[in-house]
């Protein structure tokens, strides 16, 4: 009776857990109960049941409710796709005048604007494509084809490379100086030499599309939601998704309203990169001093004054951490985006790992992840460099790098053009290497996997098997064998116990919507795969980052590495996964846990340093070894900023569980993919990526909650 | 007298969702108690005073008195719940928007707390800001900075960002930048209580220096009694957002009005303080010595030659003319008689 009184979670949590697995154990397996492969609605079986609901059909295999929650929601992507449909080619038809033929014409008033949309992003990506590498359309653009036809001299030029690599290297010089000049010039040399220079700046001329596109719209929605609540009410829970939602499962959609290719990827790469620098605007404005503000008002400033000159200067450090994160969220899109048919390093990449040619998807992963580290550090330096002063400096300082630039261009033009002279008979090589003509390490690395493969095959494969067969199948039969109804009780339960009714109701909703949905077995196995990779990932980066705490400078080569490692978009940890255990589950969890252990890591370190060091002395001074130091004071402390950590590691592995169903997984990825190729899959891919966004927050929801009390109760932040 | 600059009339702020409905109902009387207890926080409570041209108010409380939110809602940075405040008898309220940014930017200047500069512009930027604002071309308004830069002693250091200064260099910036429109009003808001002490002292020798020199008429806000009683022409001593007393420094240190404000006098050295004038006894001019003092002498610097006297000393005014006396004996009841002793 003591020990209820004295730890009365603990009990209810036991309790908890008992009505759980009595309701596990006392609801059997219906006997006709089968992991479906196949997707239901698109087989007809006399076993289905159906029900139509707002004109949809709906069929299913229905199971006792305590088993399985009949799909309630399985109308939700049809009806999205059929309302999609309309939106698309029969609402609201209008007139338009089209330029080309001379006439108006009757067109769907939003396939009019999708495709006004479309066809300013194409401009616009191919007038920064072809300043770099040359090209016909942006002067079609301005005139036609049969302009072009009778004056052949016509056509964008491009530039050099090396006019291009000096460029990123007098940037990176004027934004940190010398150390990322260097490395910057390093990496475009390397990208040149190796025959990846149009794939690369195809990419880049993505992002410098998407990029400032979406700094606008990010900036200017997050001044609205800082000047007025209702807005930033509304926004809340968009963003709050889009957080969680796999960047995969947002590119459906937009298949269907903005066709395949560049523009349509630019155009859902806003979508994804908006968001996080609304946050950052947000929270940037939020942290300007209030005394700040009133100086400003006090000096006469009217609103917009305020805004300008006042409080976006002030906030000028995070609003550029959001120009980071967007330029990162916009690189990683530009890669995923290949699946819709974007070129450039992402096409090349999925296109090598398609032929399983491991060395070509080896040398375009490389090319990603430099470049990846060089802009995160180029935005990086930006967001980190402060103001100087220039008024009292000679033409000379001031202008030196417009200086250099301007003449690394015509020691660029000269270059190229003395190259028309020694490469006569084949390519140009200082002016551009074509692709897959530059030095290639694909044979070399295929020849290493192919070692490795004859090498330590055997191994691999018992390790493999070992553990599909004694870890992940069991584990898997457990998720599936939970009864819907014993896995809401548990879920709610836990929502009650950490935050009470409001949280319960959270997360019951959340959990509900997903059992309601057609793919509850799905999301299952969706979750037991990020399980594993989180518990793996939570050992090893909780380990790593208190071993590294030990030492100042293991810790900050930690954080290091892990800044870098979090730079590359995901998709890149497939391929050395794939080059080691081939195309199996294990290759997915292996990337899982290798990315979802960055967080861990980071946050852990984080966490351990944040304790103040006045505590640190006082429990010195109280005679305290180091590890009791460790178990007693920083552990405690820093743990609900590690719990942050978990939280991260969720999304990172959710994410990851889901790309890895280009490995080939059984889960909701799988599906997700497959409404890649469906034209019928927007409403699919959509439902789908809402039930992934929706297994993150119910977790988010219960880790913030618990690390919120938990803050308080410590009395910290 | 002239129109006074500032003046309040039952001035009332109370945060919260109902505050303006709870104060109608209220009648003027208003209980911090009930208010809390129906999810309203008294800022300011029924505050009335004047301010005349030239002169200096300060405005003195603790933490959470209000004091903070009365400066606020005089210069209009958050509306007053009830009252009416007149700047040079305009009604301040009634202004609208386009009005009340002209009023800030010809007539008020601020200095704050935590200095309020913007990171990203120099010294001679910052103080030139106000000016831009204003619509004032690059040049004149760099030209006039620098004028300020001078003023408060930077100069050399025009160029230097604010990371780049000591907490009082970049207070002196504030106060430049405050001072640069040539406001009438000049409005400081616990300007030194960021800074360390011996910097705090000559930056409040600083200030009287310049006020000295610009005759600005000035609401001072701080919590240091001290520092009140050495700037202030008259003293607002403020508690849970009423004002307790307003009057002169020595009025206050000699009749303290209730209990919480003689606690802050207790300990106040009276000879530093006082003048001769507010002790001396106006009954007798009469039987008197030969030493004259002047009446606008503190008692500190010449206590000494009145106690080294046998007889009463006379007490002079500016004209040299006898007005009374205070003879030794009354020199050392104010000085020890009134203070209790803490141990």
């Known amino acids: 009776m003591d020990y209820l009184k004295k730890y009365p979670k603990l009990f209810q949590w036991l309790f908890l857990l008992i009505i759980f697995f009595a309701l596990c154990f006392s609801i059997d397996v219906p006997e006709t109960y089968k992991f479906i492969r196949g997707q239901a609605e698109f087989v007809k079986d006399p076993n289905q049941s159906t029900y139509v609901f707002l004109g949809k059909e709906v069929r299913y295999y229905a199971f006792d409710v305590f088993w399985r929650l009949p799909p309630l929601l399985g109308w939700l992507p049809i009806w999205i796709n059929d309302s999609l449909f309309f939106l698309m080619n029969e609402w609201m038809p209008m007139e338009f005048w089209n330029e080309d033929t001379q006439e108006y014409k009757t067109r769907p008033l939003v396939l009019e604007i999708s495709r006004t949309l479309t066809s300013f992003m194409t401009f616009l990506i191919f007038l920064i494509r072809e300043t770099l590498l040359g090209g016909l359309e942006t002067i079609v653009a301005f005139t036609s084809w049969d302009w072009i036809d009778k004056n052949p001299w016509a056509e964008l030029p491009g530039l050099p490379w090396t006019i291009v690599a000096?460029?990123?290297?007098?940037?990176?010089?004027?934004?940190?100086?010398?150390?990322?000049?260097?490395?910057?010039?390093?990496?475009?040399?390397?990208?040149?030499?190796?025959?990846?220079?149009?794939?690369?700046?195809?990419?880049?001329?993505?992002?410098?599309?998407?990029?400032?596109?979406?700094?606008?719209?990010?900036?200017?929605?997050?001044?609205?939601?800082?000047?007025?609540?209702?807005?930033?009410?509304?926004?809340?829970?968009?963003?709050?998704?889009?957080?969680?939602m796999p960047q995969y499962a947002v590119l459906v959609p937009a298949l269907v309203l903005f066709g395949v290719g560049d523009h349509a990827a630019v155009i859902i790469t806003m979508i994804v990169a908006v968001p996080p620098m609304i946050l950052l605007t947000l929270l940037g404005l939020r942290a300007v001093p209030p005394e700040v503000i009133e100086a400003g008002r006090m000096s006469g400033c009217n609103n917009w004054q305020l805004m300008t000159k006042v409080l976006i200067p002030t906030a000028r450090r995070d609003i550029l951490i959001g120009v980071n994160q967007v330029i990162m969220v916009c690189f990683s899109m530009a890669v995923i985006s290949a699946f819709i048919g974007a070129k450039g390093l992402g096409f090349n990449l999925l296109l090598a790992l398609n032929q399983l040619n491991i060395g070509l998807a080896l040398e375009a992963g490389l090319c990603i992840s430099l470049i990846a580290i060089l802009l995160d550090k180029m935005s990086l330096a930006w967001a980190n460099k402060q103001t100087d002063y220039f008024g009292n400096l000679t033409f000379y300082q001031r202008n030196k790098n417009s200086l250099f630039f301007g003449a690394s261009v015509i020691v660029g033009i000269i270059l190229a053009y003395v190259g028309t002279f020694i490469f006569k008979d084949t390519f140009n090589y200082l002016f551009e290497v074509p692709h897959n003509k530059g030095i290639s390490t694909a044979d070399f690395w295929n020849k290493g996997v192919d070692w490795i493969f004859d090498t330590f095959f055997v191994y691999i494969k018992a390790f493999n098997t070992w553990l599909i067969v004694e870890v992940l199948q069991p584990m898997r039969a457990l998720y599936l064998r939970m009864p819907a109804v014993a896995t809401l009780v548990l879920v709610v339960g836990a929502g009650y116990l950490i935050g009470g009714i409001r949280s319960a109701l959270v997360v019951f909703g959340l959990t509900l919507f997903i059992a309601l949905s057609p793919w509850w077995d799905r999301a299952l196995v969706t979750t037991y795969m990020a399980t594993f990779g989180v518990i793996m990932s939570c050992a090893i980066g909780f380990t790593v980052g208190t071993l590294c705490f030990q030492s100042k400078r293991a810790a900050a080569f930690m954080l290091g590495v892990c800044d870098i490692f979090q730079t590359f978009p995901s998709f890149v940890y497939l391929i050395p996964v794939m080059m080691l255990f081939g195309i199996t589950d294990t290759s997915v969890l292996i990337a899982v846990i290798v990315y979802a252990t960055i967080p861990a890591t980071r946050y852990t370190i984080e966490g351990l340093r944040s304790v103040p060091a006045g505590l640190h002395d006082a429990a010195t001074m109280s005679g305290v070894n180091k590890f009791q130091r460790l178990t007693k004071i920083e552990f405690p402390l820093a743990f609900p900023h590690m719990m942050l950590g978990l939280n991260q590691t969720i999304v990172f592995a959710l994410f990851m569980v889901i790309i890895g169903a280009f490995i080939g997984t059984e889960d909701l990825g799988q599906y997700i993919l497959k409404a890649l190729s469906d034209k019928n899959g927007a409403g699919i891919g959509l439902t789908l990526g809402i039930c992934v966004a929706f297994i993150g927050l119910i977790f988010d929801n219960l880790i913030r909650t618990w690390v919120g009390q938990r803050k308080k109760h410590l009395g910290i932040d | 007298?002239?129109?006074?600059?500032?003046?309040?009339?039952?001035?009332?702020?109370?945060?919260?969702?109902?505050?303006?409905?709870?104060?109608?109902?209220?009648?003027?009387?208003?209980?911090?108690?009930?208010?809390?207890?129906?999810?309203?926080?008294?800022?300011?409570?029924?505050?009335?005073?004047?301010?005349?041209?030239?002169?200096?108010?300060?405005?003195?409380?603790?933490?959470?008195?209000?004091?903070?939110?009365?400066?606020?809602?005089?210069?209009?940075?958050?509306?007053?719940?009830?009252?009416?405040?007149?700047?040079?008898?305009?009604?301040?309220?009634?202004?609208?928007?386009?009005?009340?940014?002209?009023?800030?930017?010809?007539?008020?200047?601020?200095?704050?707390?935590?200095?309020?500069?913007?990171?990203?512009?120099?010294?001679?930027?910052?103080?030139?800001?106000?000016?831009?604002?204003?619509?004032?071309?690059?040049?004149?308004?760099?030209?006039?900075?620098?004028?300020?830069?001078?003023?408060?002693?930077?100069?050399?250091?025009?160029?230097?960002?604010?990371?780049?200064?000591?907490?009082?260099?970049?207070?002196?910036?504030?106060?430049?930048?405050?001072?640069?429109?040539?406001?009438?009003?000049?409005?400081?808001?616990?300007?030194?209580?960021?800074?360390?002490?011996?910097?705090?002292?000559?930056?409040?020798?600083?200030?009287?220096?310049?006020?000295?020199?610009?005759?600005?008429?000035?609401?001072?806000?701080?919590?240091?009694?001290?520092?009140?009683?050495?700037?202030?022409?008259?003293?607002?001593?403020?508690?849970?957002?009423?004002?307790?007393?307003?009057?002169?420094?020595?009025?206050?240190?000699?009749?303290?009005?209730?209990?919480?404000?003689?606690?802050?006098?207790?300990?106040?050295?009276?000879?530093?303080?006082?003048?001769?004038?507010?002790?001396?006894?106006?009954?007798?001019?009469?039987?008197?010595?030969?030493?004259?003092?002047?009446?606008?002498?503190?008692?500190?610097?010449?206590?000494?030659?009145?106690?080294?006297?046998?007889?009463?000393?006379?007490?002079?005014?500016?004209?040299?003319?006898?007005?009374?006396?205070?003879?030794?004996?009354?020199?050392i009841n104010t000085v020890f008689g009134g203070r209790k002793n803490s141990n």
């Open chain 1, 166 to 244: 000096a460029g990123f290297a007098i940037l990176s010089y004027k934004l940190s100086g010398k150390g990322l000049a260097i490395f910057a010039g390093l990496v475009m040399v390397y990208i040149s030499i190796f025959g990846q220079w149009k794939p690369s700046m195809q990419t880049l001329s993505f992002i410098l599309v998407a990029a400032p596109l979406s700094f606008i719209f990010g900036l200017g929605l997050g001044v609205a939601a800082y000047k007025s609540k209702r807005v930033e009410k509304a926004l809340y829970p968009i963003l709050l998704v889009m957080q969680t």
């Open chain 2, 1 to 331: 007298m002239s129109e006074p600059v500032i003046k309040c009339e039952n001035v009332y702020k109370i945060f919260g969702a109902n505050a303006e409905k709870m104060l109608q109902e209220s009648n003027g009387n208003v209980d911090a108690k009930t208010f809390q207890d129906n999810g309203c926080i008294v800022g300011v409570n029924n505050a009335s005073f004047e301010v005349s041209k030239g002169e200096m108010l300060v405005v003195m409380g603790l933490s959470g008195s209000g004091k903070s939110t009365l400066l606020r809602c005089i210069s209009r940075l958050t509306d007053a719940t009830g009252g009416k405040i007149f700047i040079e008898g305009q009604d301040l309220l009634k202004l609208n928007n386009k009005e009340l940014i002209d009023l800030r930017r010809n007539k008020m200047g601020m200095v704050f707390q935590s200095f309020a500069l913007l990171p990203h512009k120099t010294v001679v930027e910052n103080i030139a800001f106000p000016l831009q604002i204003k619509g004032i071309k690059t040049e004149d308004s760099i030209s006039k900075a620098m004028d300020m830069v001078k003023l408060v002693g930077l100069d050399g250091r025009e160029n230097y960002f604010p990371r780049e200064l000591s907490g009082g260099q970049q207070q002196r910036v504030g106060i430049a930048r405050s001072l640069a429109v040539e406001p009438d009003i000049w409005f400081l808001d616990e300007p030194f209580s960021a800074l360390d002490p011996l910097i705090r002292k000559e930056m409040q020798d600083e200030f009287l220096r310049l006020q000295e020199k610009l005759q600005k008429t000035i609401m001072f806000i701080t919590h240091d009694f001290d520092e009140a009683l050495k700037l202030a022409d008259r003293i607002a001593i403020m508690k849970d957002g009423i004002i307790e007393q307003l009057d002169t420094p020595a009025k206050i240190v000699l009749n303290p009005a209730t209990e919480y404000v003689r606690k802050f006098t207790e300990e106040v050295p009276r000879e530093k303080v006082l003048l001769i004038e507010d002790v001396m006894d106006t009954s007798n001019t009469e039987n008197v010595g030969d030493l004259k003092v002047s009446k606008d002498e503190v008692i500190e610097n010449v206590a000494e030659k009145i106690l080294s006297q046998e007889k009463t000393v006379a007490v002079t005014d500016e004209n040299n003319k006898v007005i009374g006396s205070i003879n030794p004996t009354k020199i």
